[in-house]
């Protein structure tokens, strides 16, 4: 091969690995862009069609499996806010995010409390909204890592704009875990008592809400002095915050 054949073929390796090198740096400047674009489809999809599972559902049967327990199965019924008891989602806001129909799905106030509190030391506290928690539970997964939260803040401030408030507060009551493995109002109820979640009383609905902290380490039906003094303390907050039309008006 001659000199000039030599060079030549330099020049044309060179172009094609700056061409992969443009092609692949194209891509990467799309990528957020379509992430972007299928995220908000997400969202809107989901405002008007009831998701058959979430991906925290799913990363729970991939963890059973990886355990080799072959015979858990996800427990997962969906109901319409109003085919549940109306004392089920103001327990939920009482437990969980009082702020609720106000905040725009942070709420500072609670952030920085929570800020001051870690800062003195013992055990931490989290600021998380309902918001917040639907976000991670319908499309993310379980861990602590800046990427998860930076997606748990952008999906929050997507429901927030996309969908009314009455649709965050179903969609947390139906994928929010009570127990291992049972996910949703309907499926706890329907394991705990046999019954609807439309037929829940307001001591049962404060138990469901009661076990959030940790679901599997908690038994709604079966509640021991923590589970009781705690659902004592959402009906008591329940009733001061006005009832059930306190989340009726924050729609």
Do not use: C
Request: glycine share 8%; hydrophobic share 40%.
């Amino acid at each position: 091969m001659g000199a000039e054949q030599a060079e030549l073929k330099v020049e044309q390796e060179s172009g094609t690995k700056a061409g992969r090198r443009k092609r692949w740096l194209r891509r990467l400047l799309w990528a957020p862009v379509v992430f972007a674009v299928f995220s908000v489809v997400q969202v809107v999809v989901l405002r008007f069609v009831d998701p058959p599972f979430s991906t925290v559902m799913v990363f729970r049967q991939m963890e059973a499996l990886g355990q080799g327990d072959w015979k858990f199965r996800i427990r997962y019924q969906w109901r319409d806010l109003d085919q549940m008891a109306r004392s089920v989602p103001i327990s939920l806001v009482a437990a969980e995010d009082q702020r609720f129909p106000e905040h725009n799905g942070f709420d500072l106030q609670a952030i920085e409390k929570a800020r001051k509190h870690n800062e003195r030391g013992g055990r931490l506290r989290g600021a998380s909204t309902i918001s917040q928690q639907t976000a991670k539970n319908v499309f993310l997964w379980q861990g602590r890592s800046w990427l998860r939260k930076g997606l748990e803040v952008w999906y929050t401030v997507l429901i927030e704009a996309l969908w009314p408030k009455q649709r965050i507060i179903e969609m947390y009551a139906n994928v929010a875990e009570f127990g291992d493995g049972i996910y949703g109002v309907q499926a706890a109820s329907r394991a705990y008592w046999g019954k609807d979640a439309a037929r829940l009383s307001p001591a049962e609905s404060a138990r469901l809400a009661a076990v959030l902290p940790s679901p599997r380490r908690y038994n709604a039906a079966k509640p021991g002095p923590y589970v009781q003094r705690r659902a004592a303390w959402i009906q008591r907050q329940a009733r001061q915050l006005g009832g059930a039309d306190y989340v009726d008006d924050g729609n």
